[in-house]
């Protein structure tokens, strides 16, 4: 068989929807410019199965937007620690700037200094903490996704096991 480019059709699996692991012939351009002329090989399913293939689809986009959109969030919450910690170190830098000026100045304010430097400290060990916590939750949540993602696929080979059963 042949597409509309005149192209011979190559093998696919539909991986996505109520065909999910239905086999079909389809255009052999790159994907940007493929027809959308296919033929299905396998028969037409049961709408009792088209049903259920589509509910676990719908499950797994659900779980995966829920998942990202909590990535998101995450992320949004750690690029504003991000920023909060640079815009502390530009004060810092200005603070060591002006205080640089007279040494009787600096003799005053050494002790500020100093506790402003353990504030800083403490609150950076705190900020690291917060941040190593963070990454390692959202590599938690990166393995969930993938193997949430292994999950389907061997429930889709179970799925075509039972098919052709």
């Not at 192209?7 to 692991?21: L, R, W």
Request: charged fraction near 35%; hydrophobic fraction near 35%; glycine fraction near 4%.
């Amino acid at each position: 068989m042949r597409c509309k480019h005149d192209m011979p059709m190559y093998k696919y699996v539909c991986f996505e929807g109520a065909n999910t692991g239905r086999r079909f012939l389809g255009c052999g351009m790159k994907e940007e410019e493929m027809c959308d002329k296919i033929h299905w090989v396998d028969g037409e399913w049961p709408s009792t199965m088209k049903m259920c293939l589509l509910k676990i689809w719908n499950m797994y986009e659900d779980e995966r937007d829920t998942r990202i959109h909590g990535n998101v969030d995450y992320a949004t919450k750690n690029y504003e620690l991000v920023l909060q910690k640079r815009e502390l170190e530009k004060k810092n830098l200005e603070l060591h700037k002006q205080l640089g000026n007279t040494l009787e100045h600096v003799a005053e304010l050494t002790t500020h200094d100093l506790e402003l430097e353990k504030a800083q400290r403490v609150k950076a060990e705190q900020e690291v903490a917060t941040l190593k916590e963070d990454k390692r939750k959202l590599e938690y949540c990166v393995s969930d996704l993938f193997n949430a993602g292994h999950v389907m696929k061997d429930k889709l080979k179970k799925i075509a096991e039972i098919v052709k059963e």
